[in-house]
Nanobody, 124 residues
Framework: QVQLVEPGGGLVQAGGSLRLPCAASGRTFSNYAIGWFRQASGQEREFVATISWSGGSTDYADSVKGRFAISRDNAKNTVFLQMDSLTPEDTGVYYC?????????????????WGQGTQVTVSS
């Protein structure tokens, strides 16, 4: 079992930045690929970014490429999502998830563990 917590989130103005941590506990964190997903009100959950177990590979949704960056610190069991140049369209609940597949994973169904989510609101 892996427990995931996303303690960040909050309200930020358009054009601003926010850094979301995903803290993990339980089984060996470095065995898992980690992904970020988000869900806006009334919409389906969508893929945002993913990072492989080693941190050597990443992938991003087209909508966030060039603005968001995912990184991990396996020694601290933490993954970070740095979000820059935020727009109101980035508003939603952000979830981190862990996949036993270890490589970059973009499909929600391939993730085994999920955090509770954290609200990110970008005001215009």
């Amino acid at each position: 079992q892996v427990q995931l917590v996303e303690p960040g989130g909050g309200l930020v103005q358009a054009g601003g930045s926010l850094r979301l941590p995903c803290a993990a506990s339980g089984r060996t964190f470095s065995n898992y690929a980690i992904g970020w997903f988000r869900q806006a009100s009334g919409q389906e959950r969508e893929f945002v970014a993913t990072i492989s177990w080693s941190g050597g590979s990443t992938d991003y949704a087209d909508s966030v490429k060039g603005r968001f960056a995912i990184s991990r610190d396996n020694a601290k069991n933490t993954v970070f999502l740095q979000m820059d140049s935020l727009t109101p369209e980035d508003t939603g609940v952000y979830y981190c998830a862990a996949s036993l597949l270890s490589v970059v994973v973009t499909m929600a169904n391939d993730y085994d563990y999920w955090g509770q989510g954290t609200q990110v609101t970008v005001s215009s």
